[in-house]
């Protein structure tokens, strides 16, 4: 048990990081604290709902695996949950590349601008 809050303790430190590095790339700097608390929120109700989702995981107390269609249920379901928000994740993808070439666009004028600003 130890070992599984050690392993679950490090994946936070570097998905954490990550994620907070994609707000600071995509994000205006206007919004970025705002960005960063949806992610966290984001983040606790993805724990809080994963709770929820291990409760329903819980058959009754007197059928064996064997005898219960219960995890074929749930596992189905969270299944095709999961490929609905694949195809939802792969529709955004283009609205992403699109804030991300908007992003270094701005990023490039105000780079030239600066350089311009220094050399006068």
Partial sequence: MLGGYFALATAELLIGGLGLAVIARYAPARLNGLMVGAYYLTVGAG???GSEIASFATPAANTTPLQSHHYE???GTLGLCGLGLVSIALLLARMLNHME???QDVAQ???VR???DCSA
């Fill in 47 to 49: 724990m809080y709902l």
């Fill in 73 to 75: 249920t749930l596992f």
């Fill in 101 to 103: 070439n908007r992003h």
């Fill in 114 to 116: 600066a350089n311009t």
């Fill in 109 to 111: 004028r105000f780079s």
